[in-house]
């Protein structure tokens, strides 16, 4: 399994050291930034699994740079654990509204902060799991329905191509005009064959395409 990636957001270069200390012994791999102002694209070019995240910083605090991540769909399920130093029974009610997935105080003790990490990252993993589950489900569904459109006019045109062919029989065609009506006849028998696959789902696989793009196959073609 590839390394997980943390990404800590703190105006303090001695706090960030320490937890690149504490995480890259854990086998993490870790970024920063030192600057608010700039965290949200510092978080879209480094896609973490995770982010540690600051409250007291100057321009932009914690809990708006949290706002931006939650604002958009390319760092939303991105958890963020709050690491402050601010304990204050409104400023955790904020953050966790905001929609921060922790919040852990300083001093902190080291045992706890990697513990809540693994679980916050194994419910990612969990999230990430049953969101693919479901996109498998829709174009499963969508493969199901396309069959049941298609199979009705492709009947029409194998039933009326079978037709033309009949009538056509005691015409003198050409070698190309026959080429052509085979042509149309295996066409229509590899389209047949295909929704056949449809209609037995233990053959369907969904497979990956191109980055976050699937496609139906069958067991044949895995």
């Known amino acids: 399994m590839a390394k997980e990636k943390i990404f800590i957001i703190d105006d303090n270069k001695m706090n960030i050291n320490l937890l690149k200390s504490i995480l890259t012994k854990e086998d993490y791999l870790v970024g920063a930034t030192l600057d608010s102002t700039i965290a949200y694209k510092k978080v879209i070019e480094a896609e973490p699994d995770l982010i540690l995240l600051d409250i007291m910083m100057p321009k932009v605090d914690g809990f708006e740079v949290c706002e931006q991540l939650k604002a958009s ?6 958890p963020v654990i709050f690491l402050t130093s601010r304990n204050d029974e409104e400023g955790i009610k904020k953050a966790f509204e905001l929609g921060a997935a922790d919040y852990v105080t300083r001093p902190f003790n080291r045992t706890e902060l990697l513990a809540r990490i693994r679980t916050h990252l194994d419910l990612k993993r969990t999230h990430k799991k049953l969101l693919e589950l479901e996109r498998d489900r829709t174009v499963l ?19 009326n191509l079978f037709l033309l062919k009949e009538s056509l029989k005691s015409k003198n065609l ?5 080429e052509y009506m085979d042509r149309m006849e295996r066409a229509i028998a590899k389209i047949k064959f295909i929704l056949e696959k449809f209609r037995s789902p233990n053959s369907i696989k969904i497979q990956k395409y191109i980055e976050d793009t699937k496609m139906v196959v069958f067991d044949d073609q895995v």
């Open 174 to 178: 050409s070698k190309k005009e026959i």
């Open 73 to 78: 769909d390319r760092t939303k399920f991105i």
């Open 141 to 159: 569904a969508m493969a199901v329905t396309a069959n049941h459109e298609i199979n009705q006019p492709l009947t029409v045109l194998s039933g």
